[in-house]
């Protein structure tokens, strides 16, 4: 119900701002028995089109040969039965590499709603077209400034570690002289 009101309030804020037609439309990915395409309350009626991705028969879209509706193929009926062949199409298709990393990527993603083995297989197989894509390009920035920050933390970390030792080493040196640095090494150790 509250995907439904927020379909209904992004069809009004458009209405209002862009003052274009609107047509509602919501892509169910994975079967429900419980989802309608209309809202009801005691004051208001919406209706609009709900597209069942599971209801699609894959057979039917692989014969239609259309390229963009090849990542869903994985959540059609059927739909296990083409996922190599729908991954061969892109793979093979006029497109250029960013277009057919982003198809291949959108359909291991997806794929991941069906099957967990799925996606790995598509990612060893084509991983060289994959690493093209704008959502591996953002997961990738992720881990480096994930990595970077944790390296930085580390650093501080033994910086301020070597930075005690250095100051118990330069007391003992100071208070106890060279008898006090012999104790130096079993300090270090329990660090």
Same mark, same amino acid.
């Given at each position: ?5 927020r ?8 209405? /209002?701002e862009?003052?274009?037609? &609107?047509? #509602? /439309? ?5 079967? #429900?028995?419980?989802?309608?395409? &209309?809202y009801?309350?005691?004051? &208001?009626?919406?209706?609009?089109r709900?597209?069942?991705? *599971?209801?699609?028969? *894959? ?9 963009? !509706?090849?990542?869903?193929?994985? !959540?059609? %009926? ?7 062949? *729908?991954?061969?199409r ?5 497109? =250029?590499i960013q $277009? %057919? ?6 359909? $291991? ?5 069906? #099957?967990? #083995?799925?996606p790995l ?11 093209? =894509? $704008?959502?591996?390009?953002?997961? %990738? ?12 933390? @580390? ?5 301020? @570690? @070597? ?8 007391m !003992?040196?100071?208070?106890?002289? *060279? ?9 270090? $150790? &329990?660090?």
């Amino acid at each position: 119900m509250r995907l439904t009101i927020r379909l209904l309030e992004y069809r009004c804020r458009h209405l /209002l701002e862009e003052k274009l037609p &609107v047509i #509602s /439309l919501l892509i169910l990915l994975s079967p #429900s028995s419980s989802s309608f395409n &209309v809202y009801q309350d005691e004051e &208001v009626r919406y209706e609009f089109r709900l597209v069942k991705i *599971a209801e699609f028969d *894959a057979s039917e879209i692989m014969e239609m040969d259309i390229p963009c !509706l090849m990542p869903f193929i994985p !959540l059609m %009926k059927g739909g296990e039965k083409y996922i190599d062949e *729908a991954d061969r199409r892109i793979y093979e298709g006029p497109f =250029s590499i960013q $277009a %057919k990393s982003d198809l291949l990527t959108g359909m $291991a993603i997806l794929g991941g709603l069906v #099957s967990e #083995s799925f996606p790995l297989r598509l990612i060893k197989r084509r991983r060289d077209i994959m690493i093209e =894509s $704008a959502a591996y390009e953002i997961i %990738k920035k992720e881990g480096y400034e994930e990595g970077l920050k944790a390296g930085i933390e @580390q650093g501080i970390e033994k910086g301020i @570690q @070597q930075g005690i030792l250095f100051a118990i080493r330069s007391m !003992l040196e100071l208070r106890f002289g *060279a008898e006090g640095l012999r104790l130096y090494p079993e300090i270090t $150790a &329990v660090a």
